[in-house]
């Protein structure tokens, strides 16, 4: 026997968050790993 398909809505379906701290962090966790970078080839 085949069960029928369940729809959810989108924001049920979700089990995070929908701020964008996650972009914020990445840009800034990638830019300080540049700049040691930087430091430790220019030493």
């Given at each position: 026997m085949v069960?029928?398909?369940k729809h959810i809505?989108?924001?049920d379906a979700?089990?995070?968050s929908?701020?964008?701290v996650v972009r914020?962090?990445?840009g800034i966790s990638?830019?300080?790993a540049v700049i040691?970078?930087?430091f430790v080839?220019?030493?």
């Open positions: 069960e029928p398909e809505a989108t924001e979700r089990s995070g929908t701020e964008h914020y962090v990445l990638l830019a300080l040691v970078m930087l080839l220019w030493r």
